[in-house]
């Protein structure tokens, strides 16, 4: 029993060091840092609607004729086989099928997701693209190659920008600068302007190219920002 109670007193006393755990940081300080960027994207993807159509006198263009002109369009302006790829096909289920015997009024459609690495790519296959075959081309998509090498080196000028807010925080209050607590990463900005990058029935800026002279335009740029939130000890 005696044994007992002592073991018991011993883990009372255990638990009441720990609760008196003094804090190693009693003070402290919160600060943010940026950093961000501007890049011309190097991936623009593009989704490009294709479908049968009728032609006077000739009646209709069937959709692999439509197919073949347009891949080998894409073969003419180097695109390598690894850029297009099928995004949609409407027109190739047995349903479909059946319902056309029944009637000529059905088309048939396929869409076609390119991926180009600037936009005077993307300026010669739209010359080349079949008028009335074509029923939209847009832009749904842009990154660039080296972007995971930009994100990281935004998030490490954003830690320094932090450090140096910090520093000169704490001089104003006669404190120095000390270890960092915590680092957080609340998230990153990514913007870009889509708006002026939609284009139907093949205007994609032609009327900015004309206006440049002939000249290259170029594309629009993406925005990246971090925001970084770091915790120092004062000293």
Same mark, same amino acid.
Do not use: C
């Given at each position: 029993?005696?044994?007992?109670?002592?073991?018991?007193?011993?883990?009372?006393?255990?638990?009441?060091?720990?609760?008196?755990?003094?804090?190693?940081?009693?003070?402290?300080?919160?600060?943010?840092?940026?950093?961000?960027?501007?890049?011309?994207?190097?991936?623009?993807?593009? *989704?490009?609607?294709? !479908?049968?159509? =009728?032609? /006077?006198?000739?009646? #209709? $263009?069937?959709?692999? @004729?439509?197919?073949?002109?347009?891949?080998?369009?894409?073969?003419?302006?180097?695109?390598?086989?690894?850029?297009?790829?099928?995004?949609?096909?409407?027109?190739?289920?047995?349903?479909?099928?059946?319902?056309?015997?029944?009637?000529?009024?059905?088309?048939?459609?396929?869409?076609?997701?390119?991926?180009?690495?600037?936009?005077?790519?993307?300026?010669?296959?739209?010359?080349?693209?079949?008028?009335?075959?074509?029923?939209?081309?847009?832009?749904?998509? *842009?990154?660039?190659? !080296?972007?995971? =090498?930009? /994100?990281?080196?935004? #998030? $490490?000028?954003?830690? @320094?920008?932090?450090?140096?807010?910090?520093?000169?925080?704490?001089?104003?209050?006669?404190?120095?600068?000390?270890?960092?607590?915590?680092?957080?990463?609340?998230?990153?900005?990514?913007?870009?302007?889509?708006?002026?990058?939609?284009?139907?029935?093949?205007?994609?800026?032609?009327?900015?190219?004309?206006?440049?002279?002939?000249?290259?335009?170029?594309?629009?740029?993406?925005?990246?920002?971090?925001?970084?939130?770091?915790?120092?000890?004062?000293?």
């Amino acid at each position: 029993m005696k044994k007992l109670l002592i073991t018991f007193a011993f883990g009372l006393l255990m638990f009441g060091g720990f609760s008196q755990t003094v804090n190693p940081f009693p003070k402290t300080i919160n600060v943010s840092g940026s950093s961000e960027m501007e890049i011309v994207p190097d991936e623009i993807y593009a *989704v490009i609607v294709l !479908k049968e159509y =009728e032609k /006077r006198g000739t009646g #209709k $263009i069937d959709l692999e @004729k439509i197919k073949a002109a347009f891949l080998a369009n894409t073969k003419a302006i180097g695109l390598p086989d690894s850029a297009v790829t099928i995004a949609q096909y409407e027109g190739t289920n047995y349903e479909w099928w059946r319902k056309k015997k029944k009637s000529d009024e059905l088309m048939a459609s396929i869409s076609y997701q390119i991926k180009f690495t600037n936009s005077k790519k993307m300026d010669e296959l739209v010359e080349k693209l079949d008028d009335d075959a074509t029923q939209s081309f847009q832009v749904v998509r *842009v990154s660039h190659s !080296k972007i995971q =090498e930009y /994100r990281k080196q935004l #998030k $490490i000028q954003a830690v @320094k920008a932090a450090k140096e807010k910090g520093a000169y925080l704490a001089a104003a209050i006669d404190e120095k600068l000390g270890e960092a607590v915590t680092i957080t990463e609340p998230g990153e900005a990514m913007t870009f302007d889509y708006r002026n990058l939609v284009s139907n029935n093949m205007v994609y800026k032609a009327e900015e190219a004309e206006n440049a002279g002939g000249a290259d335009v170029e594309f629009k740029k993406i925005k990246l920002r971090f925001e970084i939130n770091v915790v120092f000890a004062l000293k």
